[in-house]
């Protein structure tokens, strides 16, 4: 079972200005190859398909973690695209003037056509994410040892959106998740350093840039989150600690596994669109009846 708690992982600045071009950029770490969406449905799967586990529970309970964390980032990186879209749709206009005519050289016109100025299950060039992504051969170790890829890849990934776009709020997504797939990435080589005995320190870092390098990365590093691995479950996942244990392989410092979540942001209210019909063309009959409902309860 899941249980859903309505907070960010981490607090979410909104920004000043629309960035729909950089929100398109963004959609990378959502929907692409090496994106959240990958990283959630690699372990999920992984999760449930997981034979032998009680043999090998804290390997198993490893990944069904590091899965929930995933479902989180998701939604950080979803909130950071909306964010980014939000005041790019004109406020004035209807048919017959077309309100939307500026919208239309933006590389990402389905976040206005097919959706509430809201995040795409799609990469940067909105290709949608594909189940194929999904790595899960039921080997232990070469499942093990593509997760540990698949957080290279998404680490060089959180480095280019980085490079791509300056947006405060994209910037601070990505600093925290840098951070957080840095944990992620270690986690894994060491899973596989206890299943077979590789040098993890020989293993890392891929890529060969420290997160220290990135001033919104190393925020989260100086508070000591690279560190820290979170027990997203009220009684469950608690051998986890089997395998996040020893040390950091890049400064040394003891790694740390943190009996529950972190405390995380407020989730960000978006404001409505009415010029393309959201969340109905008729906010206040909507509101009104929401209002009508809460009483209710
Ligand atoms: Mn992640």
Known sequence: ??????RLQVELPMPDEPDPNAAAAVQELLGGRFGEMSTLMNYTYQSFNFRGREAARPFYELISNIAAEELGHIELVAHTINAMLTGAVPDEGAPPAA????????????????HGATALVANSMGQPWQGDYVFNSGD???????????????????????????NPTARRMCGYLLTRGGVHQ??????????TGVDVGKM????????????????????GLHKKLYRFSPDDY??????WNGTHPEDGSTLEFVDGIPEGGAMPDLDPQPTIGVPGFDL?????????LAKKV
Request: aromatic share 8%; with cysteine.
């Open 1 to 6: 079972m899941f249980l859903r708690i309505d």
């Open 99 to 114: 309100p939307l005519s500026d919208l239309a050289g933006l590389r990402n016109t389905h976040h206005f056509l097919n």
């Open 140 to 166: 232990l170790v070469l499942d093990l040892l593509h997760n540990f890829f698949l957080e290279c890849g998404a680490r060089a990934g959180k480095l280019r959106v980085y490079e791509m776009t300056d």
């Open 186 to 195: 270690v986690a894994y080589a060491k899973a596989l350093e206890k299943l």
């Open 204 to 223: 890392l870092p891929v890529p060969g840039i420290s997160n220290t390098n990135i001033p919104e990365a190393k925020q989260f590093h100086d508070q």
């Open 238 to 243: 608690r051998s986890c600690g089997a395998i």
């Open 284 to 292: 206040a009959e909507i509101t009104d009846l929401a209002a009508k």
